[in-house]
């Protein structure tokens, strides 16, 4: 099997506003994320560490750089996936983020999984 497809994360994001959190009149706008990571490649691999580029409609731009995910670093055997929640707050009703996770596979190899980018946005916002 070819590398590139021996190590493959596929990763899909679903966004809400949490409108009770949130304070527009002060200009504090916070979203929860889910994050499905799966599995997709042939070998074995751990989600040790994550690169999140969030940036607010005023071109703002905030880098976020950690260990794992949630407190966790989890393996995942191929077919697997590993979901977890998290949160982002913005200066601004309408955001971007996107990342990667940096994987280490069973065999020692060490590769990026992209995370496309997903917008954070207060509903009715965007046509």
């Given amino acids: ?42 070998v074995p691999a751990q989600l040790i560490s994550r690169h999140w580029i969030i940036t607010d409609s005023h071109h703002r731009v905030e880098e976020v750089r950690g260990l794992g995910v949630v407190g966790e670093q989890p393996w995942l055997k191929p077919g697997e996936s590993y979901e977890y ?8 009703a309408v955001g971007t983020m996107r990342g990667s996770y940096q994987m280490v596979a069973e065999d020692g190899t060490r590769f990026d999984a992209p995370v496309p980018e ?10």
């Fill in 85 to 92: 929640t998290s949160g982002s707050t913005l200066g601004t």
């Fill in 1 to 42: 099997m070819a590398d590139s497809t021996k190590y493959q994360i596929t990763v899909r994001t679903r966004t809400r506003y949490l409108e009770e959190q949130s304070r527009p009149e002060q200009d504090h706008y916070v979203f929860a994320y889910t994050i499905t990571i799966t599995n997709d490649g042939s």
């Fill in 118 to 127: 997903f917008t954070l946005s207060v509903p009715r916002i965007l046509h």
